[in-house]
Structure formats: C-alpha cells, structure tokens
C-alpha cells in the first residue's frame, strides 16, 4: 500500500516552497489503497465489468463577478464569467458558469471538499436525483443531514452512486442556487443496463437552464415593496450563457449581445440531449429545437419508454432526456428556450442557443424567432401547463410515459401508508398586519409581486428550520411537530414538520394546491427516491380544493388500480402539480433516512412549503461519519457562567 500524496506549491515572497500533503487523514481507509481520478479520468465511457472509479472534485466557493479583469486575459478565459453580458455579483464554483461538470459512471465514488470562501456565508450542496442509501449524511440539506458549511472551512461530500441519469448538483441553502451555485452530474449506465444504449451515437450534449437575476438574489429575500416588487427573473441562461436585454454600459462600450452557446453535431448523427432545469424562480421553461423532433426517453434519470415530441416543458428539478437525430439539412439551428408563466405575462422572456451542423454557418441563417414564433409553433408540447392530457390532446403529460420496469407491489390497491398533503400560502394581509408585526414575534415571511406579505405550507404547516440537523443530532428533535399533535401552534403554524414512515412501507402520496394563484404550478421534488407517477390531474377552471374533492380523485385512483389500468407509471423524483391540481405518487420507503420533500421554488420551499419524512429509525441508518461537525444552540442558564467565571451577574 502507499500514500496518495499531493504536492502543490505556493509562492511566498519570492520563496517557493514545495509541499507534500498526506491526505491519508482525510479519506476513510478503504480509499487509501485506490487511487482518485480525475474529472476528466472519470468521464470516460461506460464499459460492463469496469472497476468503479473514485472520483475528486474540488469546489472553491467564493464571491465573483462576470465580466471581470480575467476576462481580459486569453490565457485566464477559463476564470472569465460572461453570463448574459450583465456586470454583477455572483457565488459561483470554481469561477465556472455552471460550475464543474461531473460525469461518471454507475457504481461510482464521487468525492468533493467543498470548500467555502465566501465569508458571511454558508454553503451546502445537494445532489439533486442521487439516492444517497447509505450515504444518507452527504445529501446536503441544511439542518436536516448536515450543519451549514461555514465560511473558511471545507467539508468532504463522499459517496457512492448507485442511480444512474441526468442529475445535477446545487446549493440548497438561503438563496444561493440563483447566483451560480449549480452545475451538472450525469450518471451513465454501462451498455448492458442501459435500455436506450442501441438509440443514440453521442451523449455529450447538456443543455443545462437557469435563471438569472441582475442583482444578488438574496436582495429580493424577503424582497422589495415600493418598486419592481416580487422575485421575477431578469433572464434566461442556456449553460451560463445568454443574449440580455438589459445590456451595461462599461466605459460606453455597450455590450449588446451576449454569447450564446453552440451544439456542434454531425450530421446523421444521433444525440442523446440531457436537458437539465436549474431555476429557482416560478417560471417553467419551454425548450424546442426549429426543425427537429425530439423523442423522449428519460424524465429526472428515470428511463421510459421513447416518445417524439416536439417542445419540453420543464419546471426547476426536472431533467428530460432526449434523442435528437441530426438528419437535417447541413445548417444551423436556433435552440429557442421560453419563460413560461410569469416570465411570459408582461416579459415575454425567451433565450437562445444554436445546434450547428458541421459544415453549416455559425449563425443561423434564419432570423431569431420572436417569443410568439416560439408559442404558436405547431406540436406536441410534453408536461403541458394544464394537465388536460386525454385522447382529444396529443400533448404528453409525465404520467402518461410508460416505465420500464414497475415493482407489482407498487400497484396493490391500497398502499400501506397515504399522507394526503395540500399546500397554500398563508397571508399575513389577509389577516391583518397585526400578526406579521406584533411585537416581538419577526415572522418569516416574503413580499409577493400584489404587496401581500406570505408564507408558504405544506400539510397545514410552514416548515421552520431548526437548529441542529435532524439526522445527527436529537437535541433538534425538540423543534420537531406533527400534524394536529402539535398544541402550542398559533396561526399560521411553524415548526419542523417530520412524517413518520415505516421501512418498507408502500407510500402513497397525494400532493395538492389547495387555494391555486395565478401561473403557479408547482414542481414537488422528494429527496432519498424515485417515486413512480400515477395520477396527475386538475380542476378546470381552477379553483380552491377541498378534502372531499380529493376524497372522489381517491376513489377513482382506487378504482383504476382494482380495473389494473396504471400499467408501467413512470419513476420520476420532481413532479409538477398544475394549477388548481393534484399528483398522486407513490414509492416504497427501502431508503431509511430523513429525507426533505419541498416546492422546488426557492422563495417557496425557504419559507416553508417543505417537510422532512423520516423513513425507518436510527438502527437502520449507518453510524455518523467519525468527527461529523455539529451546530446548535448556545443558551446557557446564567447560573452556569456564574459558576464557571467565578463573578455573579446581576
Ligand atoms: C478589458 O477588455 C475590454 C473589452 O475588450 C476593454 O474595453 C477594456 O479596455 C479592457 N480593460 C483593460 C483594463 O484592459
Ligand atoms: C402566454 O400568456 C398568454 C396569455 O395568458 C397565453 O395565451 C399564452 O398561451 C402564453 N404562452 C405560453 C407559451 O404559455
Ligand atoms: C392577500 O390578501 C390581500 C388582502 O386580502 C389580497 O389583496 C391579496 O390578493 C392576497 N394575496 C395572495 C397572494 O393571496
Ligand atoms: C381559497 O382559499 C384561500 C386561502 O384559504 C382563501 O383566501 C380564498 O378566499 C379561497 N377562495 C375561494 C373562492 O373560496
Ligand atoms: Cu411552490
């Protein structure tokens, strides 16, 4: 056996100094003996009875700005953020835009020292579609699997993936994935277990989607009320790149268009796109590629079977995979990517990027289209806003895909748990300001675009983060309630909502907008599983649901799965609930852990559309890693520090 050892240099005064650093200590002994590979080691092709590599990743966190002085410099262009053209602050990784592409194989060990160096504030990442099962302390949650990264110290996330599709990793803390803290993680499968291998040529293309603000977005936290009121986006970028309307003016040197992002393919060739939808705010984004169909085969990593279609609608969480045959005319092609729902209202938002033939122009030849180009285009839309998917449509909802392979015990009639959970917004104006200001009390909440002050629920409850995690540390279970157990909980209640569930329990889910508001559909993301989708419905015209209303949506469901008629539903990790809607989903609880399940809409889920289910208890879950950092509370009784100081206070 020998040491990995890495040397670095660091120059001091004109003294190099050459180090060699042991990182035995820092990686558990089982990895000591193999060796780490690199990003680019790992991105290799996905081969059948491959030994599974451990992969290192280093993430520097740090306060930014695009357009800044590395721009300038050729050799430094790696560190340069262009962005939309836009100069503004950012807390990116790496000084990347998205940040480090992380690419493996299945059965992979992915480790990443997080290092944070933003002073003032603390990071923690999620690997958003990753199982984490036995790796339940590194799925990145605040408060519930870790501490909060503080500023000036690196954290080590380890763990081994055993679920392969389109991923992507982001912040999970504060509002920090809208400034830049999100990049992709692709988990490819070797031929054999790959069911669409035969499909495609290439699978190198990424389309990766975000939203954008012209400021830090904690500046809208919880946001401004005497001008440009809301959380609305300024923009759209295609992997961190994008034209802006709002263009700055350095020196008088306008710059008016930003850099868009090129695809490159061959022609013939097929391409196997992962689309991923890394926005924060509550527009959806709307994808078509002029000219070309794309036949869907995967949605969030879970593999279907393949379905042409021809624009994708994604909401922030969910990734759409897609083959794309290049068997156009040698040209170039505009990539066009509408804001949906709010973005569309008064903005009329939209984004581009360019599919370029080998051989063909750059630029497309074409004029870019216009928003309404993009609208009335012809087709079948997938994940239609309206969920109004029956046999007088041709649009595709997510449900109605068809797995590949379905556990039968999923489709019993009656699951062995059902939590039935409808979300709304309690509004402090409605109510009079009398609650949001009385004294002393400073409630959380945020300033929405029609001067009303909210929070959000789930299941009756605005979810309220506590202060040491759920999973390491018990102390925290103080700050712990349950539905209707709760006493003290004054309107609107907040406190740390757990729902309990057996190991192995068949989970039956029914999600629903119990009080919908205009454009908002939202997207519910579990973390810990894949659930398979079985019903997604809604109200048309939308209006307010009750229990009995889902009461007759049970009943039905229940009546499908006497008849047999849910054949293959489709896995899924993110879901989006329609308007005035409802989704039913269900997954067997073989993962233990506390695992969050939230609106994935930043302002939402930060004000408390979130709840944590517990799956299983401690002796299931594997021991706390050695040394795990700890956070809490710092109350003590003033007579303990009399004792201990030896003076009396007052
Ligand atoms: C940096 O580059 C910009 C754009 O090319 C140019 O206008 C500016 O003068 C350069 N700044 C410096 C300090 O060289
Ligand atoms: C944009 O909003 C208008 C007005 O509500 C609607 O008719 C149109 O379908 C929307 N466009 C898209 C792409 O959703
Ligand atoms: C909140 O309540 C106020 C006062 O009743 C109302 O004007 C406003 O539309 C409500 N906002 C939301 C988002 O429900
Ligand atoms: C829908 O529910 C909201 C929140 O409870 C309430 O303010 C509103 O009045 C309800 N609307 C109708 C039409 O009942
Ligand atoms: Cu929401």
Not at 44 to 49: G, Q, S, V
Not at 242 to 251: C, K, L
Not at 454 to 480: G, K, N, W
Request: some cysteine.
């Amino acid at each position: 056996m020998h040491p990995d050892f890495i040397p670095f240099f660091s120059i001091s005064q004109g003294v190099v100094i050459f180090y060699v650093l042991f990182t035995i200590p820092l990686i558990n002994a089982q990895l000591s003996c193999s060796q780490l590979s690199s990003a680019e080691e790992c991105a290799r092709d996905c081969r059948d009875n491959e030994e599974p590599k451990d992969c290192y990743y280093r993430f520097h966190i740090e306060f930014y700005t695009t357009l800044g002085p590395a721009c300038n410099y050729t050799a430094f262009r790696n560190q340069c953020i262009v962005g939309d053209g836009f100069e503004k602050t950012l807390i990116p990784i790496n000084r990347q835009l998205p940040g480090p592409l992380i690419k493996v194989c299945v059965n992979d060990r992915i480790i990443v020292d997080v290092e944070n160096a933003a002073p003032g504030n603390e990071v923690t990442i999620h690997w958003h579609g990753i199982f984490q099962n036995g790796y339940q302390y590194y799925d990145g949650v605040p408060y519930v699997t870790q501490c909060p990264i503080p500023s000036s110290s690196t954290f080590t996330y380890n763990f081994k993936v055993k679920n392969s599709g389109t991923h992507f990793y982001h912040s999970h803390i504060s509002t920090h994935m809208l400034d830049g803290q999100y990049g992709g993680l692709i988990v490819r499968d070797p031929p054999s277990t790959d069911p669409h291998y035969q499909l495609f040529d290439k699978d190198e293309i990424i389309i990766f989607l975000s939203d954008w603000m012209h400021e830090l977005s904690i500046e809208r936290y919880p946001g401004w009320y005497r001008h440009d009121l809301g959380q609305t986006a300024k923009n759209i970028l295609i992997n961190g790149l994008g034209q802006s309307r709002e263009p700055i003016d350095i020196n008088k040197g306008q710059i008016t268009n930003g850099l868009l992002t090129e695809y490159t393919v061959k022609k013939g060739e097929r391409h196997r796109i992962r689309l991923i939808n890394s926005f924060s705010t509550v527009c959806l984004a709307e994808l078509r590629i002029e000219e070309h169909e794309l036949v869907i085969i995967a949605q969030d990593g879970g593999n279907v079977k393949p379905k042409p279609v021809d624009k994708i609608i994604t909401s922030t969480g969910e990734r759409v995979d897609f083959i794309l045959t290049a068997n156009q005319d040698v040209d170039s092609y505009w990539i066009q990517v509408l804001g949906l729902g709010e973005c569309n209202e008064t903005l009329r938002m939209q984004q581009f990027a360019i599919l370029q033939y080998e051989g063909g122009p750059t630029w497309p030849t074409r004029p870019q289209p216009s928003y309404a180009d993009g609208e009335n285009a012809k087709g079948v839309t997938y994940n239609p806003l309206e969920s109004t998917c029956d046999a007088n449509n041709a649009d595709v909802c997510v449900n109605q895909l068809e797995g590949i392979d379905v556990d039968p015990e999923l489709l019993k009639v009656n699951p062995d748990e059902r939590h039935i959970l409808p979300f709304w917004f309690f509004n402090y104006t409605q109510y009079g300001d009398g609650i949001l200001f009385g004294s002393d009390t400073y409630r959380t909440f945020f300033d929405a675009n029609d001067f009303s002050q909210l929070v959000s629920t789930f299941d009756e409850i605005a979810y309220e983060t506590p202060a040491s995690p759920l999973l390491t540390q018990p102390r925290s279970y103080r700050t712990m309630c349950k539905k209707n157990v709760q006493n003290s909980c004054t309107e609107p209640c907040t406190c740390a909502q757990v729902i309990n569930t057996k190991l192995n329990n068949i989970v039956e889910l029914i999600i629903y907008d119990a009080a919908p508001l205009p454009e908002l559909h939202h997207p519910f993301h579990l973390h810990g599983y894949e659930f398979k989708v079985f019903t997604v419905g809604q109200f048309l015209p939308s209006r307010n649901i009750s229990r009995a209303d889902i009461d007759k949506v049970i009943e039905k469901h229940t009546e499908r799965l006497q008849n047999g008629e849910y054949e293959n539903p489709p896995g899924k990790d993110t879901v989006k609930i329609p308007l005035g809607g409802y989704a039913i989903i269900r997954f067997k609880a073989d993962n233990p852990g506390w695992w969050l399940i939230h609106c994935h809409f930043t302002w939402h889920h930060l004000t408390g559309m979130e709840l944590v289910i517990r799956v299983g208890d401690e002796d299931d879950l594997p021991p706390v890693p050695y040394d795990f950092p700890e956070c809490s509370n710092w109350t003590p009784a003033l007579h303990t520090l009399n004792t201990f100081y030896g003076f009396r206070y007052p």
